[in-house]
């Protein structure tokens, strides 16, 4: 679904990716760890097409979108990328449900449409009633499960989460990657998550650490599928 072959990047003078190498099939759930500033983050960007790699490939299906432009790159996200940021990034004019709406209706999907397609995923996230409520009327869980939601609406081959956990408290946390996990699976979405969460990443499938730009990986023992 997702391959990422020598992936290298450079910000001026300092080096981040080192020929990075990064593989998720349909469904698989993948945690990319490493210490902070070895280039998680980059590479999540230069994977999901909001930054170029200097060199290396990157493929989404059949698709080689790293020598596409950047017009179409960024067409990708909210269609067939999706992303969960550690803070939810919602927009906070907008009642959850518009929130969730707002990758179909940049999308060109009529508002009446969009909301319907955007209320249907409260009530498999617990959101149900929530739908009118502005992101400050929402606990910090509710406003990550609305981004989850807003990840997924359009039904996205892969969703990028970049520390989606880390601003919520444990038990929290571990909730949401268990109700995130299972929407992966059994919408067949492959989901890469960074994280410095130990806990988090033993719920992924695999593990990838990334170090000094390089990464390594080794499957995760007891790893739910």
Known sequence: ????????????????LRGADLVVHRGEVVAVTG????????L????AGILRPESGEVWLGDDRIDQWSEARRTALRGTRIGFVFQFGQLLPELPAVENVALPLLLGGTRR???????ASWFEPLGLSGLEWRRPGQLSGGQEQ???IARALVSAPEVVFADEPTGALDTDTGQRLMELFTGLAARTGTGLVVVTHDAEVAARCHRTVTIRDGRTSEAPLAGAAR
Do not use: E
């Open 1 to 16: 679904m997702l391959r990422g072959a020598g992936v290298s990047h450079s910000f001026g003078a300092t080096t981040v």
């Open 35 to 42: 210490p902070s500033g070895s280039g998680k983050s980059t």
């Open 44 to 47: 999540l960007h230069c994977l």
């Open 112 to 118: 009446a449409a969009a909301v319907a397609q955007a």
């Open 145 to 147: 499960r609305v981004a």
